[in-house]
């Protein structure tokens, strides 16, 4: 991807390439020829140094400014590397000057530009005797953007690729993957139409055109950005983390293993488990672009999965809604014992893509004791209506904790961690439940 973007450069690079190798710092031109008549000079002055003083002639690119001699020969005397590109430079320069800025007697440098927009900048380096010239930030003024930079800073995502585009406030960005490594990086120019990418290194550009949506557009390449709050692999999460859909909707009853904890009092005779889960659809419906799942999760914890208490003893097993492409809980509070699908009322957003699902559902809880040859059994009663086009939805029965005061914790969830990728969720084993994939 990145090679496909570096080739797509603009006419625009034509207008910001060194004339030639005098105006990017070469040191001889053709014999018998005087360099200063070329047209490269942009200004000149003179610097002092220990005493002695030196006129020189400047040229600018967009990476620097160069001093050489005031010869016919063109000798290169000193020069400073500018922080950032400045794309439109030559166009912008202003003036140069050699003064002496903080009065230790020896000659700065400030160089000033005036871009098109009536924006300035203007870059000043320090004399030091050791590392010669250094750039003060905090005494010069950046302004590289032609239009307004602010509604660009932040992170974009390029589609179907795994490629994140991040501006910063100071008209630089990179290029990072879903680990945010830097792939590329450089500096920028916003304008009327967008904003255009300049690669450090290579003099490449790349334009973006900024659509009425707010989107950008790689017109070259056939792609599209889009602000996202933080990066997010293409790949989905459940395989990213190599979580698999593990059990099946109407395909019967799964083993969960330690999929239920008994206890009774504040943890007394603590244990866990095996129960099985199983999913039955009772109804799947589509209108008006609205999906709507109806359907019972159901556990069945057998006798001697719940060990003899003398006393009252509580039975918990612990069920949730997933994303599967982000990993997102689908944040609900803990139902203890029976309950109505209006004690249960959830909404949720999932943001995928550039695109976001609006996921609303609600559930009941009824608890049985001896079914059959089950000591108990739950049925938990969803109705969930989300997005036609949006297929992420997936039911997890997940293990138990293996101490009361991670079950206890557990509980609480939903005010710690409201929200949260499942890998990140403490007291959850992620690698020991069961997920049911609810869309297909």
């Known amino acids: ?7 797509s450069v603009s006419l625009l690079l034509a207008a910001i390439l060194c004339l030639g190798p005098t105006a990017c710092g070469g040191t001889d031109n053709v014999t018998g020829d005087d360099w200063r008549v070329s047209g490269v ?11 002695e003083s030196v006129d020189v002639l400047v040229t600018v690119s967009e990476s620097s400014a160069a001093f050489y001699r005031d010869l016919p020969e063109q000798v290169l005397f000193d020069s400073v590397s500018f922080p950032m590109n400045i794309p439109d430079a030559e166009q912008a320069f202003n003036a140069i000057s050699f003064d002496d800025i903080d009065g230790d007697g020896e000659s700065d440098v400030l160089v000033s530009f005036i871009h098109e927009n009536g924006d300035a900048t203007e870059l000043i380096w320090i004399w030091d005797p050791a590392e010669r010239y250094v750039f003060r930030e905090d005494l010069s003024t950046v302004t590289l953007s032609g239009g307004d930079l602010s509604e660009y800073v932040g992170l974009w995502e390029y589609q179907g690729e795994n490629l994140w585009l991040r501006i ?25 139409n967008g904003v255009t990418l300049h690669f450090d290194g290579s003099g490449d550009v790349l334009q973006l055109d900024r659509t009425v949506s707010g989107d950008l ?3 070259a390449n056939g792609g599209s950005l889009f602000p996202v709050e933080g990066i997010q692999s293409s790949e989905p999460y459940f395989t990213q983390n190599g979580l698999e859909i593990n059990a099946a909707v109407e395909k019967g009853t799964f083993l969960l293993k330690d999929g239920v904890c008994s206890y009774s009092g504040l943890g007394d005779g603590y244990n866990t488990d095996d129960c099985y889960w199983e999913i039955t659809k009772n109804g799947d419906y589509t209108h008006d672009g609205i999906r709507e799942l109806h359907f019972d999760a159901i556990c069945y914890i057998p006798e001697s999965s719940i060990p003899y208490f003398d006393q009252e003893y509580i039975t918990v097993t612990n069920s949730e809604l997933y994303d599967f492409y982000t990993g997102m809980w689908l944040t609900t509070s803990t139902a203890y ?16 893509q550039g695109n976001s699902y609006l996921i609303e559902f609600t559930y009941s809880t009824d608890w049985q004791y001896n079914v059959g040859d089950w000591a108990q059994v739950l049925t938990k009663s969803y ?5 036609e086009d949006y297929d992420g939805l997936v039911f997890a029965a997940e293990a138990q904790p293996s101490n009361y005061k991670d079950t206890a914790k557990r509980m609480q ?5 409201p929200e949260a ?8 084993d992620p690698y020991s439940g069961l997920y049911f994939s609810l869309c297909y």
């Open 1 to 7: 991807m990145m090679d496909r973007l570096k080739r």
């Open 41 to 51: 000079v942009a200004g000149s002055g003179t610097i002092t140094h220990d005493g």
């Open 168 to 192: 910063h406030e100071d008209a630089t960005w990179e290029f990072v993957n879903d680990q945010d490594d830097v792939i590329e990086y450089g500096t920028l120019w916003v304008d009327e």
């Open 217 to 219: 557009m790689d017109i």
């Open 337 to 352: 014992g029976n309950s109505q699908r209006g004690d249960n009322y959830y909404l949720h957003t999932v943001s995928w």
């Open 383 to 387: 109705s969930v209506y989300l997005p």
């Open 413 to 417: 969830l939903d005010s710690i961690s």
């Open 421 to 428: 990728a499942i890998l990140d969720l403490d007291t959850v």
